[in-house]
């Protein structure tokens, strides 16, 4: 083995050896799993046109260390691993590679365009889950799942099919989310940006003199004007409701309306009401039955109801129809106005309100989730999420799942050529089953991607897959032993888009919750608290820090960084910081071989320090299950951090250089800590691991399917021995105080410690050597000329010669009277209400910090006055 460590060749090596050995696998712990523990987690399925970003580093880390802990801990384990066919991003980017040799998909066909995309996907897609398993993350990749594998196509067939015959699927024509490019978008896949834009002020002719004004910021969409309303108590117009006003340049007449929607304070109070083309006005033609006129097609061209601007794009008619408007005397004014736009979240188009026939999923499927999970079937961490669970789920709309796309799960229905029958059916279908003709043509959309994925919970254990699959995807025992999952961890923002999806498609198709407990993690944001993006430069890619560090270092630091609640704030000052706790483990275990070798975890201490150590180790154990069995990441890694870096190096090091009879109990110590520190840092603990004990994780295994330290009490001998360590390191920075204040660098200066605890001889021993001081008594009183420390629970005292006591004395009295004037002068700058009105608001803020921070250096001043006093 190396004289040291080097994480790319180790990571690489350990990761691929432990893949090899199946231990990502169900069975991959068998010879320590328990009856009757089964653990379940589904990884969120990435695009398989993704690439790993720092929010997934973060999810996938998380669920890799309560993954590995449940495994250690003798569960049987499923990391269900599986990649998203990404209808929209997939179908874009074979186009623009087909475009890119001049081809069009047209051109080729749906079949043969379909063709290309499976090739694509088997020669470039998924890339993410090489780069993944960078992160040392270990689900079990022989069952992989890929949202369109025949098994899940077979799945997404039959939950479409039950939720059609149970009445939660219809089809409709209704006012949607459309995205000129990319067609229908569900009610959360647009993207609201504030929008620097204008109101149009357009005059509505009652007759060849009078005319009404009514503003509006988008002037392309009058010609769907069905009407214009006012507030039926608005006094200004009462008396215009019933009559008509004329339409500029097309001369249409239509009605005035009165209808409380309308907001008497916005613009002119008068309304124009375009129901094909905006939300409100679509409620608004619903309640006064007005004509709904669609006045441009799917790609947002322009028809004939728009007079000479037929064929024109809705966006760049816009300036043409309102300087044709102006030129004709129909524009009051223009205004600068601000609003929100709707945007598609993948191309960024801006989206239009738009009525088409499409296919939709009704709110009751959301009835039983809801009441479910308000009596506690599934469990949200942190709590406070449920909140918008009920917000979004009580107040749900009508989610369209008809996507006009290729690439995609075409939805299962089947139309009669001849007498227009629809089929709903699983399997093709080739014979009218009302009319008997055999032309029959499928539904050309595709289902919403989040469709197959709000499945993932079961589908991937094999419900209704078919025999696909059938003993190397899944087992016919996984529903049994992996359903309910045990738990999902995922970022909040996809709460909507994904969670509550699997929460209502699981529990309609099972009749049961899928997942018991609910993680949602924060954002991941740069040091100073600012969103990730190209254009700031802030973004930290998770492979780069890999390489630059380690995957260890990546995920510890994520994990000490995962507040439950709290955005991650990341930088590389962090990851140094972790990358100084390796080289501490690292350093204490060259230590310990200097003075030993092939050491082994004993079953029992017998030494003073082994039985401390042991002690401190075990309260670590206690509290990082406990911190793991909540979730509370950050504080689990935070308690092996502080025991390794505190307890084991600091002291336990330390003190075994006055007691070298405890080595082997230290080394044993380590040896149980790296299975604790296993889930969080995966290889250098295996790595330390063997080379402590000198054996090799290609002969001896890895420790990541050992048992993981248990619970166990603290006894009251060891309570004591605890105490007394605890009393020894006050003792020993208490005299390291004295002699960095008082400049005493002879290490045989007498020294005292008075207090009521007793110590015994071997206690004296240690905290006289780490202090390095002379002769140390215990005694009743200080002696003369010895300068003092007082701490919480002893005194300490060491001898100080009196000219270096007064040279002391008098350099502290003299940064006294220095830091005092500043202090003054600050204090009278800021008493002063001319000074704090008339500064800058940082100035004041400057001094307020100085000013601080000269209190508290002259109260430091004065306690080491005290203490050589």
């Known amino acids: 083995m190396s004289d040291f460590y080097n994480p790319k060749e180790i990571e690489k090596d350990y990761y691929e050896f432990c893949k090899q050995k199946g231990y990502f696998e169900i069975d991959g712990n068998k010879n320590i799993q328990e009856n009757g523990k089964n653990f379940a987690i589904m990884m969120p399925p990435p695009n398989v046109t993704g690439v790993l970003h720092i929010g997934h580093a973060l999810t996938f880390t998380l669920q890799d260390i309560i993954t590995r802990y449940k495994r250690m801990d003798g569960f049987k384990v499923l990391y269900q691993p599986g990649l998203d066919h990404a209808g929209i991003a997939t179908q874009n980017v074979v186009e623009k590679q087909l475009l890119a040799k001049g081809i069009k998909k047209e051109e080729l066909g749906r079949e043969k365009f379909i063709e290309k995309v ?86 509505y002719f009652l007759n060849d003199k009078d005319y009404l004004v009514v503003a509006t910021t988008r002037p392309e969409t009058y010609f769907g004007d069905t009407a214009v309303m006012i507030n039926p108590n608005d006094e200004r117009y009462k008396h215009l409701v019933g009559k008509e006003v004329t339409l500029p340049i097309i001369n249409r007449k239509i009605k005035i309306i009165a209808d409380s929607h309308v907001d008497m304070s916005f613009g002119t109070g008068i309304v124009k009401v375009t129901p094909a083309h905006d939300n409100n006005d679509y409620e608004v033609g619903l309640r006064h039955n007005l004509e709904f006129l669609t006045i441009f097609d799917e790609n947002g061209i322009l028809n004939e109801h728009c007079a000479e601007f037929k064929g024109l794009e809705r966006l760049e008619a816009r300036k043409i129809v309102v300087d044709k408007l102006n030129e004709l005397g129909f524009i009051e004014k223009i205004e600068d106005y601000v609003n929100q736009v709707g945007h598609c979240y993948r191309c960024k188009n801006i989206v239009e309100p738009y009525i088409s026939k499409q296919w939709f999923v009704k709110t009751d499927i959301a009835t039983k989730v809801i009441e479910k999970v308000n009596n506690g079937d599934a469990k949200f961490y942190p709590a406070h999420w449920i909140n918008s669970f009920n917000a979004w789920l009580r107040e749900l709309r009508p989610w369209c799942i008809s996507r006009q796309l290729w690439w995609g799960h075409q939805i299962p229905v089947y139309y009669c050529d001849e007498c227009e029958h629809i089929h709903v059916s699983e399997r093709k279908v080739e014979k009218c089953e009302k009319c008997g003709c055999d032309s029959i043509t499928q539904d050309k959309d595709v289902l919403d991607t989040w469709f197959s994925s709000g499945l993932w919970a079961f589908s991937t254990l094999g419900y209704n897959n078919g025999d696909f699959g059938k003993g190397t995807l899944w087992n016919e025992s996984d529903i049994k032993d992996f359903y309910p999952n045990s738990l999902l961890i995922t ?224 006894s009251t001998t060891e309570e004591q021995i605890i105490k007394n360590y605890e009393l020894c390191k006050e003792a020993i920075n208490s005299l390291r105080s004295i002699k960095k204040t008082a400049n005493i660098t002879d290490k045989n200066a007498p020294a005292q410690i008075i207090s009521e605890h007793k110590f015994d001889e071997y206690y004296l021993k240690l905290i006289a050597k780490l202090a390095k001081v002379g002769e140390l008594s215990q005694d009743e009183n200080p002696k003369e000329s010895f300068s003092v420390n007082v701490s919480t629970n002893l005194k300490t005292a060491i001898f100080v010669d009196s000219k270096a006591l007064d040279e002391m004395k008098a350099k502290l009295e003299n940064r006294y009277k220095k830091v005092l004037a500043e202090y003054e002068k600050l204090n009278k700058m800021l008493s002063n209400e001319k000074f704090v009105a008339n500064a800058p608001a940082q100035v004041v803020e400057q001094n307020k910090i100085a000013m601080q921070k000269a209190e508290n250096e002259l109260n430091e001043i004065k306690a080491e006055l005290n203490n050589i006093g």
Request: hydrophobic share 40%; net charge negative; proline share 2%.
């Open 491 to 714: 970022g909040f923002d996809i709460l909507f888009f994904w969670v509550c999806r699997m929460l209502f498609q699981s529990e309609n198709e099972l009749g049961e919750i899928p997942f018991k407990d609910i993680y949602l993690h924060a954002l991941v944001k740069d040091e100073n608290g600012q969103k990730m993006s190209k254009s700031k430069g802030n973004v930290i890619d998770p492979l780069d820090s890999i390489d630059k560090y380690s995957a260890d270092i990546l995920r510890f630091t994520l994990a000490l960084l995962a507040v439950q609640g709290r955005d991650i704030r990341m930088s590389e000052d962090r990851m140094i910081l972790v990358r100084n706790f390796t080289n501490k483990l690292y350093n204490a275990v060259n230590f310990l071989l200097l003075k030993g070798k092939d050491y082994k975890i004993l079953g029992s201490y017998k030494t003073t320090l082994g039985i401390y150590i042991n002690a401190e180790f075990q309260k670590c154990v206690n509290e990082t299950r406990k911190n793991l069995d909540e979730y509370r990441f950050n504080d689990a890694a935070m308690n092996i951090y502080k025991f390794l870096w505190d307890e084991f190096c600091d002291y336990g090091i330390e003190f075994s250089k006055a007691d070298e009879s405890s080595i082997d109990e230290l080394a044993s110590v380590f040896l149980n800590a790296m299975k604790l520190l296993s889930p969080f840092m995966p290889f250098i603990s295996d790595y330390l691991y063997h080379k402590l004990g000198s054996t090799s994780i290609f002969e001896n295994g890895s420790i990541m399917v050992e048992k993981y330290p248990k619970i166990n009490e603290i």
């Open 118 to 203: 499976w090739e694509w996907k088997e020669q470039s897609g998924g890339a993410i889950v090489k780069q993944m398993q960078a992160l040392g993350i270990t689900p079990a990749f022989s069952r992989l799942r890929f949202t369109m594998d025949e098994g899940l196509q077979n799945a997404v067939k039959k939950a479409f099919v039950d939720l059609y015959n149970k009445g939660l699927i219809e089809q409709n024509n209704r006012m949607i989310n459309w995205c000129t490019k990319d067609g229908a978008l569900s009610d959360i896949e647009v993207e609201y940006e504030e929008n620097k834009g204008k109101l149009y002020h357009i005059r």
